[in-house]
């Protein structure tokens, strides 16, 4: 059956993915709200900007009388929720939009949902999901422990923005209990893959070699984090917000536990093979290495145990690190005037 999705973030990172997903890949419509801060970049949606199942509405999720209008406009049978405040460096420099979006947002969009839930009919009542995307920073750090994370791993966040996050898959998970709302978590491990915006490692370091720039390595690089290819973290939030049970949480890993410092290294090797033709001053990428003073309570290991949603739900990554990184270089070679709009900071325009 067909449905209309009411995707939150849809113009970011993942929220696009998820966005070009089931526009390329299913038959649903999608309600696609996004506030279009520094990180929202509808240049991310452009190949399926055109389609008639795909409707933007430039709204901000602390906007509850704007919230309330998309609802009753266009009746969504799901919510996936992915607009978030998510960089943990920014979060340090200013928590407050943190706290903002990730939780006084979240609430403002769990009554809206609540509000024209209650309204609908039995049946469309007990087919409504929201889904609620999280993050694997919730869990804290596995530094000293073989364990990965799994659904039942108590929280322990470590910054404003894990924290934010936190407080914000309670809400959601209070809403089921209280309210009856019918709710799913995911908490997934580091993304990586096209359409990623540059302040963060894996595009930053790409970028940064090709202009011959120092590549900035935290500490000594060896804090291990586990890497999932958004496309394929796509198909699984789809997979969930369809097949998912009410109430459950399901981790989403891409089993790629890598250290900063290789990962960096890998794309070195990538870029010697896929842009040899290397800056002026530069025999080898990898001389660009530089190590930096360590982030305040960087966490050093995040792994996921991914075991639930494949058991019940038949979700696998399709992509090994190594493939999803060689299409990661090779996206953001053959896309300069993307990054390059977003560097130069022409990209906000479009948001006007």
Avoid at 19 to 41: E, F, S, W
Avoid at 161 to 171: I, V
Avoid at 238 to 266: F, K, P
Avoid at 337 to 350: E, F, M, N, R, T
Wanted: aromatic residues 10%.
């Amino acid at each position: 059956m067909n449905k209309t999705f009411l995707v939150t973030g849809g113009a970011g990172f993942i929220g696009s993915a998820v966005v070009r997903h089931l526009i390329n890949d299913t038959p649903h419509k999608v309600v696609n709200v996004d506030k279009l801060t520094y990180a929202g970049n509808l240049a991310s949606l452009r190949c399926i900007a055109q389609s008639p199942r795909h409707h933007f509405a430039q709204v901000d999720i602390c906007d509850a009388a704007a919230l309330a209008a998309l609802f009753a406009q266009y009746q969504p049978d799901v919510v996936m929720h992915l607009a978030a405040e998510s960089h943990v460096d920014r979060s340090i420099d200013g928590p407050g939009e943190f706290i903002q979006t990730n939780i006084v947002g979240t609430y403002t969009l769990l009554e809206a949902a609540r509000s024209y839930w209650s309204t609908l009919s039995a049946e469309k009542k007990a087919g409504f999901r929201f889904h609620h995307i999280s993050t694997d920073e919730v869990y804290g750090d596995l530094h000293g422990s073989a364990d990965l994370f799994t659904e039942t791993t108590p929280y322990a966040p470590s910054s404003p923005y894990s924290a934010s996050k936190a407080g914000s898959d309670h809400l959601v998970r209070a809403w089921l209990r209280t309210f009856g709302l019918p709710t799913l978590v995911t908490n997934c491990s580091n993304n990586y893959g096209p359409y990623h915006f540059p302040e963060k490692l894996i595009p930053l370091m790409i970028l940064n070699a090709l202009a011959g720039k120092s590549l900035p390595v935290y500490g000594d690089g060896k804090q291990i984090r586990d890497w999932l290819y958004v496309e394929d973290h796509a198909r699984a939030l789809v997979t969930v917000a369809t097949q998912g049970i009410v109430g459950e949480t399901y981790n989403i890993g891409g089993h790629n536990e890598m250290q900063n410092i290789d990962v960096v290294h890998t794309l070195c090797n990538l870029l010697e093979q896929l842009a040899p033709n290397k800056p002026a001053g530069i025999t080898n990428y990898s001389e660009l290495i530089t190590y930096v003073t360590d982030r305040p309570g960087h966490d050093v290991r995040y792994a996921i145990d991914a075991g639930k949603i494949q058991r019940e739900l038949g979700w696998v990554p399709q992509e090994t690190f190594e493939s999803g990184l060689k299409k990661t270089v090779q996206w953001y070679l053959a896309n300069p005037s993307w990054w390059q709009a977003i560097l130069d900071g022409s990209y906000q325009q479009l948001s006007r």
